[in-house]
């Protein structure tokens, strides 16, 4: 039989159903999500969040003449499936299949490529100011998270839009969620406006509301505090934004169709920046994940009927022994506070919190702001650690050579997802850290072999009294018993593992693949030592140097991009000691856009398994031979 999804090619065909017909969609696509992600595993409660939100987006607006801008990006499914994706959608986050977030590259539905938060307020504004500039007319729409609207990022915009009053729509997709509950003043703020508010009756209350205010200079209503300004609120929800220059409309229940369209339909017609509080529920129409959507956020393939992961593997994670050892660390020093920038499960720091609840500090999705709050902790005399992914602490890198590095303040960085990072593309890769990081004066720069020594690097980071910066792939560590005591790791030193005449120096996650490919080289009669490198800075330049013997080669191994990389660093030091007659290769990732795929796919395709590995280094020490 055929179903209404059937007959969406594009938004347009949207525009022909009935309120019943986009209802009975809705059902349909939320069928679609449900079973796909079931199956393979993506952003489940974020989407089935905004089915509504997007249709009456797409039934209202004319994407792609209309910009839809989706901050992050993790819930533009239904936006995916019915702007002509449908067909594809099975391989949503696969290897070769589409992208699970925005993407430029797939479709010109598509405005902005998203992954990191808060964005969408800033591109939007930029669309919105080159519109007028340019003498067009679209309207320009952004979809913000409340969890997103926690970054910094996003108040800067608004900052600015309130003050140009251009022609920008804010949908503000608000669930009380970020990945965990949300948090933060605005949070309570935004829920204070949902609760104990009747919710707009669109007819007869918003559009003459929409026509009382003027476009500019609208009077400010300036009445005192306490029961006066309770009476504000009710009259006039949302003056915070009001004050701000922005328009505000709400709470619409956004699951509401019927209301949506006619906000949406008020709001193409305002003549300036106008926000929309959308309340919508995290999972709608899938119990275990309304239940339960912090777990649904991003999900493993699971089974529907139970709602149960379907891979039970229950290995050892280093988020897990981050996180444990996080919790042994407390307990010796009531010092050591935790930070997180709204992930406090992804990052292992669920067991810490429930510990110690005082001392671990989510600050929102504001990884900036984590870092100079993780600064004035340490100048009162804590002890932060501030646990992150790799990729979203790009974002505060200024912060970390301003305010960290320069005045060389001892805060612990732990990076998670450091490395190639599967499924969700090019914005979640980890592997610019090290460069970003070595950099920086005074930052040290680490990677444990295995999750015994991440525990060990984690207590002595403590005591090297500078910014130490430690980085570990995501998922599944090695599988070592762990120490049942500390065991110091010497500042700056590496650690020699197998003896032989040339040199592969392995950072991190590659020093157990090293020691793989030298046993399969020795088998050849090729002789190579491993060393695992530990610290990419500082490096321990005497035991590197001993091996820089004329014609002797060293080979770096990094999960990382090579450019600037840790085997950059070594091959500066070989340079310097002017040791030009050593045979050196680096080897790691080019500088490059890696495609969606699993973690293994995407090592293969850049020759940095184990097979890959063995073939590169056997052709690097053939063709040196081959030359002298
Ligand atoms: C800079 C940055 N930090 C962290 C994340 C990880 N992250 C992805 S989605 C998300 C929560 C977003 O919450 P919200 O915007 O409210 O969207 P919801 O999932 O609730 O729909 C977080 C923290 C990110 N994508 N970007």
Redesign the pocket.
Known sequence: MKTILDTIQTPNDLKKLSLKELSDLSREIRALILEVVSKKGGHLA?NL?VVELTLALHYVFDAPRDKIIW??G??CYTHKIITGRKDKFSMIRQYQGISGYPCREESEYDVYNT????TALSAALGLAVAREKNKEDYNVIAV?????LT?GVSWEALNQIGHLRERVIIVL?Y?E???SQ?VGAMSKYLSYLVSGQHYLRIKDHAKSFLKSVPVVGWPMIKIGRGIEETIEKMIFPGIFFTELGIRYIGPVQGHSLGSLIEVFQDAKSYQGPILIHCVTK?GRGYLPAQNNPEAF?GTSPFDIRTGKPKNNDTSVTYSSVFGQTMVKLGKEDPKIVAIT???VDGTGLKSFAKEFPERLFDVG?A?QHAVDFATGLALGGFKPVVAVYSS?LQ?AYDQLYHDVCLMDIPVIFILDRAGIVADDGPTHQGVNDIIYLRHLPNMVVMAPKDENELQNMMKSAFSYSHPVAIRFPKGKAVGVPLDKSWKEIPFGKGELLKEGENLILAFGSMVYPALKVAQRLQGKGISFSVVNARFAKPLDEELILRFAQPGRKIITLEEGVTAGGFGSSVRELLDCENKFDVRFKQIGLPMEIYPVGKVNQIKNMYRLDEEGLYQQILEFYNKIDNES
């Not at 992954?115 to 808060?118: D, E, I, R, T, W």
């Not at 913000?144 to 997103?148: F, H, L, T």
């Open positions: 974020p969040g901050d992050v993790h819930q992954g990191h938060a808060s913000v998270g409340d969890g997103s970054g997709n669930n969620m970020s990945i949300n995290k956020h920038a709204a992930m999705i990884e979203f974002r």
